[in-house]
């Protein structure tokens, strides 16, 4: 995978930078953008070949007679470059306790060799934790987008994040 994402936000990014967020940055309603990895066809077929080793992923020519009409990325391989600028750019690498899951993950689109993908993070909830309050939970709607602004996934990530004033 060409795993060169851009060093900064498109658009407006918190106001805390991400090696120094804790749970309170985390605004309700807040929505940031950030990317972009290149999505190249020997990214796919490498990918595929290792841990989603179907036709439509694997064989250019017979996914040209395929249902997408062409090589299409693994949705686990978006899912994948996702995290990558998840964990690059919004994510907090001071207070991030780890994630409980994720909700609602549907590839909606397919990614296909030449796209660029860049993610649209949106703050959909913050609530401290009842029974330790040193940290709380932050849902984040997740969207990520191809160079023509087309959703190609979504889904709902939850993290715990340490609270700034718990230490």
Known sequence: MTTTPSTSAIGPDFTTPVEKRYFED??????????????TEADILRFAAEFDPQSIHTDPVAAATGPFEGLIASGWHTTSVMMRLYADHYVSRIASLASPGIDTLRWTRPVRPGDRLSIRTTVGAARLSRSKPDRGIVHTD??????????????????????????
């Open 142 to 167: 997740i969207e990520v987008l191809n160079q023509r602004d087309e959703t190609v996934l979504t889904l709902t990530a939850m993290n715990m994040l340490r609270s700034r004033d718990a230490g």
């Open 26 to 39: 985390y605004v309700p309603g807040a929505t940031h953008r950030y990317g972009s990895i290149a999505v």
